[in-house]
């Protein structure tokens, strides 16, 4: 069990956890062994049991919605790779690569996008608004679109990283 409040994407440590019997554990939880190093996909609460869905890696698609698939998105936006949090909603876009001096749109490759982890660096650097910022941070979320949009995603994510734009979940 998580033995204090820890945000999404803090890497599980020894200190942080802790052995206990309980009533009615749920019916997967994760060896404290494994556990440790793992980082988390979602804020915890003390005393939440560690189950596959809490962590990045394989119970990290379990937590994906039906119908969705999950695939490491890198963001072209560092500032809003600092804003973006585990469960958020995205819409992403493919910049013009060349406009040739024109305006041109962006071209919109899925809506709705779901934010299941982050993968940022350990160490902190000043960030653009004063706070800190993951050295070397990746600008990069793993999150669950539509299955159908799956091809769109990946053969886009070959052209450039996407832009992104938050979405209200109503």
Aim: glycine share 10%; hydrophobic share 50%.
């Amino acid at each position: 069990m998580v033995t204090g409040t820890l945000p999404a994407g803090s890497v599980l440590t020894a200190a942080d956890l802790e052995v206990r019997q309980v009533r009615d554990p749920p019916p997967e939880t994760v060896p404290l062994a494994e556990a440790v190093g793992a980082p988390l996909t979602i804020g915890v609460s003390p005393g939440m049991p560690v189950v596959p869905t809490l962590l990045v890696g394989p119970g990290l698609a379990a937590a994906a919605p039906a119908d969705t698939v999950v695939v490491p998105i890198r963001l072209a936006d560092p500032a809003l790779a600092q804003l973006v949090r585990v469960g958020d909603l995205l819409d992403l876009y493919l910049a013009p690569v060349d406009s040739g001096g024109q305006v041109l749109e962006s071209e919109l490759i899925t809506s709705g996008a779901l934010v299941l982890s982050r993968v940022d660096a350990q160490e902190a650097d000043a960030s653009l608004f004063g706070g800190t910022a993951p050295a070397g941070a990746t600008g990069v979320v793993i999150a669950a679109v539509a299955a159908q949009d799956a091809a769109r995603v990946s053969g886009a994510s070959a052209l450039a990283p996407f832009r992104a734009v938050l979405v209200d979940r109503d």
